[in-house]
């Protein structure tokens, strides 16, 4: 197995046949404001533009994610993971989580 997993968010691979589905996998991550970037945060709404710390943090988030899902598509053999997809939710008051979910698949050779 190569050590590179291709992650697309289409069905397929372009170019490659899925050999075999070896099941959904996902990875997760759960980032809270810090309460000194919260009051920032507030001013920057108040004022307009990006809330640049928030952008961060989500980005962080969704690297995590991704990484977690992509380890867990290692552990089962998979040489790609096919219908990618990002979703979060509030998890309470000032955290969101983050997750990365998908298909693992072996791909014919």
């Given amino acids: 197995?190569?050590?590179e997993i291709?992650?697309?968010n289409t069905?397929?691979?372009p170019?490659?046949?899925i050999e075999k589905v070896l099941g959904i996998v996902w990875g997760s991550?759960?980032?809270a404001k810090h309460v000194g970037k919260d009051i920032k945060m507030a001013f920057k709404h108040l004022v307009g533009g990006e809330l640049t710390d928030y952008a961060d943090m989500?980005?962080?988030?969704?690297k995590?994610?991704?990484k977690r899902m992509i380890e867990k598509a290692k552990a089962l053999g998979a040489d790609a993971v096919v219908n990618v997809r990002f979703t979060t939710s509030s998890i309470m008051s000032g955290?969101?989580?983050m997750v990365a979910y998908g298909t693992a698949v072996k791909l014919k050779k």
Avoid: K, N, Q, T
């Fill in 1 to 3: 197995m190569s050590e």
């Fill in 6 to 8: 291709i992650a697309v």
């Fill in 11 to 13: 069905d397929y691979v």
């Fill in 15 to 17: 170019g490659m046949e």
């Fill in 29 to 31: 991550s759960i980032r």
């Fill in 58 to 62: 989500l980005e962080e988030a969704r």
């Fill in 64 to 66: 995590m994610a991704f």
């Fill in 95 to 97: 955290a969101a989580e």
